[in-house]
């Protein structure tokens, strides 16, 4: 099992990001799906999730409106469009993932990938 993001970068506030999470080694739809976002000092906290059997999206107030998750069971990857980025995003973004159901607990996952940066600049 391995989950691999990619998308992250230094972008100006105001700017857009795309993130990616590829996963291998399981079915993408028996499995929920969530972004989690982490600074040094700070408790890892969810950003967005999706149950991609149905595709019911989750997020966090901070990002609603701003950041939208979906998945693409046929390349088994999910994304995180986000936009709108602030400097209170950046942070190191983390894909995870559970069977079936979505949970925003950090410690519900079973699988991560290893993050990816994302810097917002004021």
């Known amino acids: 099992v391995q989950l691999v993001e990619s998308g992250g970068g230094l972008v100006q506030a105001g700017g857009s990001l795309k993130l990616s999470c590829e996963v291998s080694g399981f079915r993408l739809d028996d499995y929920a799906i969530a972004w989690f976002r982490q600074v040094p000092g700070k408790e890892r906290e969810v950003v967005s999730g999706?149950?991609?059997?149905?595709?019911?999206?989750y997020y966090t107030d901070s990002v609603k409106g701003r950041f939208t998750i979906s998945s693409d069971t046929a390349k088994n990857t999910v994304h995180l469009q986000m936009k709108r980025l602030q400097p209170e995003d950046t942070a190191l973004y983390y894909c995870?993932?559970?069977?079936?159901?979505?949970?925003?607990?950090?410690?519900?996952?079973?699988?991560w990938g290893r993050g990816t940066q994302v810097t917002i600049s004021s």
């Open positions: 999706i149950s991609t059997r149905d595709g019911t999206a």
């Open positions: 995870a993932a559970r069977w079936f159901r979505y949970s925003d607990f950090w410690g519900e996952y079973d699988y």
